[in-house]
């Protein structure tokens, strides 16, 4: 039996991750409801739907490509952490702590192509 993409450990860090963003933009001044917090969660959340949405495709190269999505995705959440931090919307250390964490994803995802 071939194991599902939620049992991989990319899928469930970055589903964490997710959450994670989903709790630390609640904080987020209610100015930057529909730009920033919108923004910072869809690309989030972007992360683990394509890694979903690459394995229940018909090929290989698709699920390669939707992968490469992903991690783009995971970049730009990192970026738009990067600018919360900067615009004083989270706290240093919680940035540090979430920035490793995509970090550590995107070596995942690297993986993840060279696998497939």
Do not use: C, W
């Amino acid at each position: 039996m071939s194991r599902s993409v939620e049992d991989l450990d990319v899928f469930k860090l970055s589903h964490e991750l997710v959450v994670r963003v989903y709790s630390i933009s609640r904080n987020f001044p209610k100015e930057e409801t529909y730009s920033l917090t919108s923004q910072v969660r869809r690309a989030a959340s972007s992360v683990p739907a394509n890694l979903v949405e690459g394995a229940n495709r018909n090929s290989r190269v698709d699920y390669r490509r939707f992968v490469s999505i992903a991690k783009g995705s995971a970049a730009e959440t990192k970026y738009h952490l990067l600018l919360a931090k900067d615009l004083g919307y989270i706290e240093e250390m919680e940035y540090n702590t979430i920035a490793m964490d995509y970090a550590r994803v995107l070596g995942m995802l690297d993986k993840l192509v060279k696998a497939l």
